[in-house]
Structure formats: C-alpha cells, structure tokens
C-alpha cells in the first residue's frame, strides 16, 4: 500500500504562522514520526520556521502522582488566558511498556481548557524516551510558539528522570507537592527539589490548609541547605489551591519577577542557548544508536555478542568497544574485521 506523501513544509509552515491549529496539530504528528521522508519533511519545516519568536515563556511541571498537575495547569492556564495570553500544554504521558499505547487523557482532564479559543493542548506519547518527555518535545515547543502561543506549559508523568528532562529544556520549572511536613519532607527526591525554581504545595484549601502552611514553611527552611538552580534566583515556596483558584495568579506574578531576574544578569538567553547545545548532543547521540541498531553487521554480531555478556565471557564495556570499533569501521568504508 501507497503511504502518503508528507506535507509540504512551506505551506504548512506559513499556516502555523497564520495561526492555523489543525495544521500545527498535523505538523507535530509529523515531528513526531519515525518515517524518513517524515523527519525529512519536518527538518525543513523547522528550518522555515527558525528563528522563532523570543518572546515565549516555558514552564515545566511536575509533581508526585494525586498532586492535581492536571487541575492546577487547567486553572493556572484559564487564568493566563484571561490574561490575554495563548497556551499549549504539551502533556507527556506514560506509554505501556508492553503494547506502547498510552493513556492521552489530558484534554478529557483539562474539559474547560481545552474548549477555550486561546489554548492549545496536545497529548504526547512519551514512548521509550527517558525521563517521560517525548524525544520530540523540544521541537513541539518551537512550532507552538511560531503559531503565536506566548506561554507552553510542559507537564511530565512526573516520575524516574522527568524532573530532569523538563528542566532541561524549560526556561523555568515547577514542582508541585502535596501538604504535609516533617517526616514526608524525607520522602521527596533532594535531586527534584535541587532543580525546581518554584515550589507549589497544592491542596492548600479545607481541612488541608493547616497542613499546606505547614509544609510551605518545612520547604523554606529545606531549601536553605540546598544550592539554588541558578546563582541569580533563589528558588520561592507557596501554598496553592487548584481547585478554588487560590494562589494561582501569584504563581505567574512569581514567573513574571522570575524571568526578570533572569534577564537582568543575562542568564535567560544564556539558558536557553545551553539547552539548545544539549538538544543537539543528545540528537547526535540518539541518531548514532539509531544508525548503530540499523547497520546490518551490527545485526549480524549483535545476538552472539549479547550472549557472550549474559554468560559473563565478556564485560559490557568491552563488548560495547567492540561493536562501535565495528559499526565506525564499516560507517567509513573499512574493513569490519
């Protein structure tokens, strides 16, 4: 069966800057493909689009499981929307590590948002990728924001490495936590709370506000013997309630005094040239093991070499030398011995 030809990338490109939502939605599926005329397509449609505009936000969002970071993104995005701002919300959800699907329950999540005329939200597989966040996802940022969408919220499944991976391509991150002090303070990750810029203790609201008071107070004093993400901003904790709206505009108020802060020492547009530098190291590297489980004579070596390492004749790195000594052999026209 015939497949479809890919779009045309310079019609598609001045749709997305025209506005157009089905034709962002199809030029995300189409980054997100694995088809080569597909990533061949997508190269240039980003290439048209390139440079963007500067004046966007990035916000990553993650939290333990029962936080409610689909409750605070939905009133948090309402409120800029009123505001007069556009939002897409790239949520990454978990796939099934068994049949890939994955569970894309956000817009039913986030009903009122996902109606209203100036957001955007778009449900990603997050797929074998570590940490949770599509492989794509730094493109996906970049063809909201060249659709005329000033604010993209990041939500992570919030689990393994997620912290990390959104940190890394965000211009801020939010960590979202649920009331409680004292001993549960032991059971959140020191590397999670290390990266985040703004702390949010949700659930501040009935017989949960003592309790949220108490935990903003308990995060304080912790972050006091923690380094701060960046020497130019020390990393702010407050109560929040998703549910009745209290506290949600005072978290944009604090990401506001945040990008000010940033850009006064130069560090935002430095931030963001270093994480742009990472995204090209990392596609480097996933497009060399790519390449690497493509080459027919890694195919050919690779199940009795994986047997040597599972009956402990080999050691992994030695090995692994041994397959890459033959895969840039043969890449560059030597002999693969």
């Given at each position: 069966?015939?497949?479809?030809?890919?779009?045309?990338?310079?019609?598609?490109a001045a749709a997305i800057r025209a506005g157009d939502?089905?034709?962002?939605?199809?030029?995300?599926?189409?980054?997100?493909?694995?088809?080569?005329?597909?990533?061949?397509?997508?190269?240039?449609?980003?290439?048209?689009?390139?440079?963007?505009?500067?004046?966007?936000?990035?916000?990553?969002?993650?939290?333990?499981?029962?936080?409610?970071?689909?409750?605070?993104?939905?009133?948090?995005?309402?409120?800029?929307?009123?505001?007069?701002?556009?939002?897409?919300?790239?949520?990454?959800?978990?796939?099934?590590?068994?049949?890939?699907?994955?569970?894309?329950?956000?817009?039913?999540?986030?009903?009122?948002?996902?109606?209203?005329?100036?957001?955007?939200?778009?449900?990603?597989?997050?797929?074998?990728?570590?940490?949770?966040?599509?492989?794509?996802?730094?493109?996906?940022?970049?063809?909201?924001?060249?659709?005329?969408?000033?604010?993209?919220?990041?939500?992570?499944?919030?689990?393994?490495?997620?912290?990390?991976a959104v940190a890394d391509m965000v211009d801020m991150f939010l960590l979202l936590l649920l009331p409680?002090?004292?001993?549960?303070?032991?059971?959140?990750?020191?590397?999670?709370?290390?990266?985040?810029?703004?702390?949010?203790?949700?659930?501040?609201?009935?017989?949960?506000?003592?309790?949220?008071?108490?935990?903003?107070?308990?995060?304080?004093?912790?972050?006091?013997?923690?380094?701060?993400?960046?020497?130019?901003?020390?990393?702010?904790?407050?109560?929040?309630?998703?549910?009745?709206?209290?506290?949600?505009?005072?978290?944009?108020?604090?990401?506001?005094?945040?990008?000010?802060?940033?850009?006064?020492?130069?560090?935002?547009?430095?931030?963001?040239?270093?994480?742009?530098?990472?995204?090209?190291?990392?596609?480097?590297?996933?497009?060399?093991?790519?390449?690497?489980?493509?080459?027919?004579?890694?195919?050919?070596?690779?199940?009795?070499?994986?047997?040597?390492?599972?009956?402990?004749?080999?050691?992994?790195?030695?090995?692994?030398?041994?397959?890459?000594?033959?895969?840039?052999?043969?890449?560059?026209?030597?002999?693969?011995?």
């Open positions: 069966m015939t497949q479809p030809r890919p779009p045309d990338p310079a019609a598609l939502r089905r034709a962002l939605a199809r030029a995300i599926t189409l980054v997100e493909s694995a088809r080569l005329d597909h990533r061949e397509a997508a190269e240039a449609l980003l290439g048209a689009l390139l440079p963007g505009p500067q004046g966007s936000m990035r916000l990553g969002i993650s939290g333990v499981p029962g936080v409610g970071k689909s409750t605070f993104i939905e009133a948090f995005g309402l409120h800029l929307a009123g505001r007069g701002h556009r939002i897409a919300v790239l949520a990454v959800d978990p796939s099934s590590r068994r049949g890939g699907g994955s569970i894309l329950g956000d817009k039913t999540r986030m009903g009122e948002l996902a109606r209203h005329p100036a957001a955007f939200i778009r449900p990603s597989p997050a797929g074998g990728t570590l940490g949770g966040v599509a492989r794509r996802t730094r493109e996906t940022m970049l063809l909201c924001e060249a659709a005329g969408f000033d604010v993209v919220l990041v939500e992570t499944v919030g689990i393994g490495q997620s912290e990390t409680g002090g004292g001993d549960e303070l032991q059971g959140i990750k020191k590397g999670a709370v290390e990266l985040a810029d703004l702390i949010l203790v949700n659930k501040a609201d009935g017989e949960f506000a003592g309790a949220a008071r108490r935990a903003v107070a308990d995060y304080r004093s912790a972050l006091r013997l923690l380094r701060p993400p960046s020497p130019h901003w020390r990393a702010e904790v407050a109560a929040v309630s998703a549910l009745t709206g209290a506290g949600i505009g005072k978290v944009w108020e604090t990401a506001q005094r945040y990008r000010r802060a940033m850009e006064a020492a130069g560090a935002f547009a430095r931030r963001r040239a270093e994480q742009a530098r990472a995204a090209l190291w990392a596609e480097i590297g996933e497009g060399l093991l790519e390449r690497l489980r493509q080459s027919p004579e890694i195919a050919r070596r690779l199940p009795g070499i994986e047997a040597e390492v599972e009956a402990g004749r080999a050691a992994p790195t030695v090995a692994a030398r041994r397959l890459l000594d033959a895969f840039l052999r043969r890449e560059g026209g030597g002999d693969p011995a």
